[in-house]
């Protein structure tokens, strides 16, 4: 079986990371996506409610699995028995920072490798950061992230 992780923080998961997920799950038996845990950066939404989201955004994609962790993406790949680590790259300038991240993830274990996939040119401008940006200036979000997103940041902003 084939295993792949796509790791990330996804704070908050975009239509742009389901896009490169859904390709993944094309090409893997399984994915795991897996949310680091990251105890100096404070996040948008904490990792408990990341991961309920993440879980109702892919509920209808079978072979996707949502969990966390802590520590390096490789010792977590090697942990789940995973062979691949997937990033995605939504323009070139996120390819340099990608490359330096992969090889620097190969010199820790030549075994597991890293696949780049792209996004759909209609997402390539969607990240996190700018749908946090959005929403914290009252930014209608709902085309650029999952519904079950979208609905929690709504009764979220009403409380």
Same mark, same amino acid.
């Given at each position: 079986?084939?295993?792949?992780?796509?790791?990330? $923080? &996804?704070?908050?998961? !975009?239509?742009?990371?389901?896009?490169?997920?859904?390709?993944?799950?094309?090409? /893997?038996?399984?994915?795991?996506?897996?949310?680091?845990? %990251?105890?100096?950066? *404070?996040? &948008?939404? !904490?990792?408990?409610? #990341?991961?309920?989201?993440?879980?109702? $955004?892919? *509920?209808?994609?079978? %072979?996707?699995?949502?969990?966390?962790?802590?520590?390096?993406?490789?010792?977590?790949? =090697? =942990?789940?028995?995973?062979?691949?680590?997937? #990033?995605?790259?939504?323009?070139?300038?996120? /390819?340099?920072?990608?490359?330096?991240?992969?090889?620097? +993830?190969?010199?820790?274990? $030549?075994?597991? *490798?890293?696949? &780049?996939? !792209?996004?759909?040119? =209609?997402? +390539? /401008?969607? $990240? @996190? @950061? !700018?749908?946090?940006?959005?929403?914290? +200036? +009252?930014?209608?979000?709902?085309? &650029?992230?999952?519904?079950?997103? /979208?609905?929690?940041?709504?009764?979220? %902003?009403?409380?």
């Amino acid at each position: 079986m084939k295993i792949a992780i796509y790791p990330g $923080s &996804f704070d908050p998961i !975009t239509k742009g990371h389901l896009d490169i997920l859904k390709t993944g799950a094309e090409i /893997f038996d399984k994915i795991i996506i897996a949310v680091a845990k %990251n105890s100096e950066k *404070k996040g &948008f939404l !904490t990792i408990d409610e #990341r991961v309920k989201l993440i879980k109702e $955004s892919v *509920k209808d994609i079978e %072979n996707v699995e949502v969990d966390s962790f802590d520590g390096l993406t490789i010792e977590y790949a =090697k =942990k789940m028995g995973a062979k691949v680590l997937i #990033r995605g790259l939504r323009a070139v300038s996120d /390819f340099e920072y990608e490359l330096q991240l992969s090889q620097a +993830n190969s010199a820790l274990s $030549s075994e597991i *490798k890293t696949v &780049f996939l !792209t996004t759909k040119p =209609k997402y +390539n /401008f969607i $990240s @996190s @950061s !700018t749908i946090k940006e959005i929403y914290l +200036n +009252n930014g209608d979000i709902s085309k &650029f992230v999952p519904d079950a997103v /979208f609905e929690y940041l709504e009764k979220r %902003n009403l409380s």
